[in-house]
């Protein structure tokens, strides 16, 4: 008879791998899992009550706000709130981050970025969505956390992990000792370990990225996906498109299968749509310790300066090689390169 171990009991089994064990991060990685069990609960039966639809409220990204999103970030930022192991949360639908000032948290060390639903545009048609969370821990240790103890660059992270509410919703995350997956198992209310040891494939068949803004990609971004549809067998192309419009799905997808996530920048988005803080640099650490590999097209995410809190990023996640091919056509294609090649023949000339 297989064991189930529960997020709990591996999260405590876990604890000793992490330098500060002094169940600190135990009971905020316990605090993420018990916020995403109510928010499952609610997605799970949106069709049937009236918590779909437009909120008629817009964020600080100027995206109209959908009902599951404000409901979402509430419980997030209560369970945070109430757990005393956070000091600031910076979320997604929050212009300002979260100071949690409060008797339990007088003593929280960890910051915690969310995007409490990504993908909620989604939601009315059942397509999966997803919650992803970054955490840090503080650097000053006196006083009041302020907005230097978040604009941490992606490599300070102590753990970042996603839920996916998908066929089946999964909480996937890492302290920087490898990737694990628990699956909800709805008859006893528990996450349950499905994934041990989750690891990117190299290399993959499947390319995600939006098309319909092919006109304004990049030189680079246009020639890989031309590359991606190249027939060629030795190399298994031409690949799959396959893209949801939620990062969480397309990239768990990649993450089990192999493959690509782009979002570069666009005309509509000259620095990228992709938010940095709560939405690449989480994502990136995932895949960074499941193997896989993350950058802007040119520099790795992790290690991105960090500026702003909703500050935004162009970004190329997933399978290593497939990474590494889009990351040289970037760069044998970027402006400078074009300019100088041009320049170069304008002088042969
Ligand atoms: P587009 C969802 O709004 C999101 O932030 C990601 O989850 C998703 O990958 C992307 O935006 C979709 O953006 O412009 O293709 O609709």
């Known amino acids: 008879m297989k064991v189930t171990r529960t997020l709990g009991q591996f999260i405590i089994e876990k604890q000793a791998d992490f330098p500060y064990a002094k169940g600190e991060?135990?009971?905020?990685?316990?605090?993420?899992?018990?916020?995403?069990?109510i928010v499952n609960r609610e997605i799970s039966k949106a069709g049937l009550v009236d918590i779909l639809g437009e909120a008629g409220t817009t964020n600080v990204q100027g995206e109209c706000q959908k009902k599951l999103d404000i409901y979402a970030n509430e419980q997030f930022i209560s369970a945070l709130q109430s757990g005393g192991e956070c000091c600031i949360v910076v979320s997604e639908e929050n212009d300002e981050y979260i100071y949690i000032d409060s008797e339990i948290s007088k003593d929280a060390k960890y910051i915690v970025a969310i995007d409490p639903l990504d993908g909620s545009s989604n939601i009315d048609?059942?397509?999966?969505?997803?919650?992803?969370?970054?955490?840090?821990?503080?650097?000053?240790?006196e006083g009041k956390a302020t907005l230097e103890d978040v604009l941490q660059r992606g490599t300070e992270q102590v753990a970042a992990g996603y839920v996916i509410y998908g066929s089946s919703t999964m909480l996937v995350y890492t302290t920087g000792k490898g990737v694990n997956g628990f699956t909800l198992d709805p008859?006893?209310?528990?996450?349950?370990?499905?994934?041990?040891?989750?690891?990117?494939?190299?290399d993959g068949m499947i390319y995600s990225?939006?098309?319909?803004?092919?006109?304004?990609?990049?030189?680079g971004v246009k020639k890989y996906i031309k590359y991606c549809q190249v027939e060629d067998d030795a190399t298994n192309r031409p690949y799959t498109s396959r893209y949801t419009g939620s990062m969480v799905a397309d990239l768990h997808r990649n993450?089990?299968?192999?493959?690509?996530?782009?979002?570069p920048i666009t005309a509509s988005a000259p620095?990228?749509?992709?938010?940095?803080?709560?939405?690449?640099n989480p994502m990136a650490y995932i895949i960074e310790q499941a193997g896989g590999k993350a950058s802007n097209g040119y520099q790795r995410i992790l290690e991105l300066e960090v500026t702003d809190l909703h500050q935004r990023s162009?970004?190329?996640?997933g399978s290593e090689n497939m990474v590494k091919k889009a990351e040289e056509m970037m760069t044998c294609f970027s402006p400078q390169v074009m300019k100088k090649n041009f320049e170069g023949v304008a002088v042969i000339q």
């Open 314 to 317: 162009a970004i190329f996640i």
């Open 187 to 202: 008859s006893i209310g528990e996450f349950c370990l499905s994934h041990p040891e989750m690891r990117v494939p190299e």
């Open 271 to 280: 620095k990228g749509k992709l938010r940095l803080v709560y939405e690449c």
């Open 209 to 219: 990225i939006n098309e319909g803004y092919y006109a304004h990609f990049p030189d």
């Open 125 to 141: 048609v059942n397509v999966g969505v997803g919650t992803i969370f970054s955490i840090y821990r503080r650097k000053s240790v």
């Open 255 to 263: 993450m089990i299968k192999g493959g690509i996530f782009i979002y």
């Open 25 to 37: 991060l135990s009971r905020l990685l316990r605090d993420i899992g018990i916020a995403a069990k």
